[in-house]
T-cell receptor, first 112, second 113 residues
Framework: GEDVEQSLFLSVREGDSSVINCTYTDSSSTYLYWYKQEPGAGLQLLTYIFSNMDMKQDQRLTVLLNKKDKHLSLRIADTQTGDSAIYFCAESTMNRDDKIIFGKGTRLHILP | EAQVTQNPRYLITVTGKKLTVTCSQNMNHEYMSWYRQDPGLGLRQIYYSMNVEVTDKGDVPEGYKVSRKEKRNFPLILESPSPNQTSLYFC????????????FGPGTRLTVT
């Protein structure tokens, strides 16, 4: 079945770049997403990329998609303490009533 | 303010005592979902609804019921809660299929003893 995998933890020094990686299995995925969950809150959509794109940049966020390898990454430039959160990779396809499949989430810890 | 609200935010109950977690959205969204979040397992979809009176099972529907009598509300019902339903529950909504922005509620932390 469909699956989305990502590492569970990442520690990064404040000011450095964070790179969170994700792999997915469904080759028919149409859209890929990054969601952010801050402590005690629900998920919030950070950005998304259509499957025919390779890259999308939005201020400090850069999303890279390698469709051949089914690999998605989120780069956060100049990581700040406010970036400390759990980041969820997700994908959807119209084949499944547009259901969104989430990864288990990567907890980003910022070191001073 | 556009939002998804859930009530209650926290609930401690005992095995077998029926409970309902309410979810309401004020954005006229057609598509609503319930998820549970568990450590190491991420988010798993329980049920979803593409429109009024249309509901479908997600990945982990056992032990849960839902209804969608009106567009704005999508309550989650646990007829006979068990300890393995202790979890953090999120309701979410989006305009419809093909829409990317999914709005999440603040979560309901349920403990079943």
């Amino acid at each position: 079945g469909e699956d989305v995998e990502q590492s569970l933890f990442l520690s990064v020094r404040e000011g450095d770049s964070s790179v969170i990686n994700c792999t997915y299995t469904d080759s028919s995925s149409t859209y890929l997403y990054w969601y952010k969950q801050e402590p005690g809150a629900g998920l919030q959509l950070l950005t998304y990329i259509f499957s025919n794109m390779d890259m999308k940049q939005d201020q400090r966020l850069t999303v890279l998609l390698n469709k051949k390898d089914k690999h998605l990454s989120l780069r956060i430039a100049d990581t700040q303490t406010g970036d400390s959160a759990i980041y969820f990779c997700a994908e959807s396809t119209m084949n499944r009533d547009d259901k969104i499949i989430f990864g288990k989430g990567t907890r980003l810890h910022i070191l001073p | 303010e556009a939002q998804v609200t859930q009530n209650p935010r926290y609930l401690i109950t005992v095995t077998g005592k029926k409970l309902t977690v309410t979810c309401s959205q004020n954005m006229n969204h057609e598509y609503m979902s319930w998820y549970r979040q568990d450590p190491g397992l991420g988010l798993r979809q329980i049920y979803y609804s593409m429109n009024v009176e249309v509901t479908d099972k997600g990945d982990v529907p056992e032990g849960y019921k839902v209804s969608r009598k009106e567009k704005r509300n999508f309550p989650l019902i646990l007829e006979s809660p068990s300890p393995n339903q202790t979890s953090l529950y999120f309701c979410a909504s989006r305009l419809g299929t093909g829409e990317h922005e999914q709005y999440f509620g603040p979560g309901t932390r349920l403990t079943v003893t």
